[in-house]
């Protein structure tokens, strides 16, 4: 039994999202020794335990039924059995079945542990060379046009690098998108297929991206990460004055109040002054 498997617990387990070699050994500890394993589809999951020689019991656990067997699971819990919780890849709940799951055991008053492992939006923003101090993720895009245009306009001036999954059935699509809602120069890094033998990851503004998927379709194939650089204000919609103001008290003054002031002094919005200091670090 694993170290930390005191009491009948909730384990939450990140399985790899291509390589198998990236799965841990807690996880597989963790996997061997709890009562239930919950998977967002037996059959994928049953290929990755019968990988390992792991013969633990499985149960179906996915969007349509998560509220409903969330009660047979504290259920055993009660009864002083461990479960653990998987998803098809990567970590459980991160654009993935758990939520309900997660919120029903904690407020039964059972302990929930979360095991450190795979992710592929992270994966993926450790090697973009985009900003990685603040990042935004989105999860997936709404499949319609418009509703996505009206999403990614939203996001237009998010001073974050964003991150969203992406299926390569609409890849070009939702470029196009883009396109229309935060420009053609905009920095998009695409990776796809990651830690797989044809893992790709490719940045270039938003057009050339989508030009170069074009020229050859399979380009578009795979399990897809989109990441988006974040919003820079032209220095020259700015006054230069405002923003000396701005960068001086932020020297004595949280960047908020900052901007707030300068805005109020040099008659300029604080929103752009707040955001311009944000991509600057002051």
């Known amino acids: 039994m694993p170290a930390d498997s005191v009491s009948a617990v909730l384990y939450i387990v990140p399985t790899p999202i291509g390589n198998l070699g990236d799965i841990t050994q807690r996880a597989l500890e963790v996997l061997e020794s709890v009562a ?18 792991i013969s633990t019991k499985t149960m179906a656990l996915h969007d349509h039924n998560e509220r409903q ?6 259920h055993r819990l009660d009864a002083g059995e461990s479960v653990a919780l998987i998803s098809d890849a990567g970590t459980p709940l991160i654009s993935d079945p758990g939520y309900h799951l997660v919120t029903q055991v904690r407020e039964a008053g059972h302990q929930v542990v979360p095991l450190p492992g795979a992710c592929a939006a992270t994966t993926a923003l450790c090697a973009a ?14 499949a319609k046009s418009k509703a996505r245009q009206e999403r990614l306009q939203s996001l237009a001036e998010e001073p974050r690098t964003l991150i969203f999954y992406e299926s390569p059935r609409r890849v070009l699509d939702t470029l196009a998108d883009l396109i229309v809602a ?28 989508k030009a170069w998927l074009e020229e050859d379709e399979n380009r578009t194939r795979g399990e897809m990460v989109m990441m988006v650089g974040p919003y820079r204000a032209p220095a020259d919609a700015l006054p230069s004055d405002a923003l000396r103001t701005t ?20 008659n300029v919005k604080k929103n752009a002054l707040y955001k ?7």
Do not use: N
């Open 36 to 53: 239930l394993i919950c998977c967002e589809d037996t059959r994928h999951s049953g290929k990755l335990l019968s990988h390992f020689g």
């Open 129 to 142: 060379g985009l900003p990685s101090d603040r990042f935004a993720f989105e999860g997936f895009l709404p």
């Open 247 to 266: 960068e001086l008290l932020c020297q004595e003054l949280p960047l908020k109040k900052a901007a707030a002031l300068a805005a109020q002094i040099h």
């Open 69 to 74: 067997r969330a009660a047979s699971i504290i």
């Open 182 to 209: 935060m420009g053609a120069e905009r920095p998009v890094v695409l990776a796809r297929e990651l830690t797989k033998s044809f893992e790709t990851i490719h940045g270039a503004p938003a057009a050339e991206l």
């Open 276 to 282: 311009y200091g944000l991509e600057a670090g002051w």
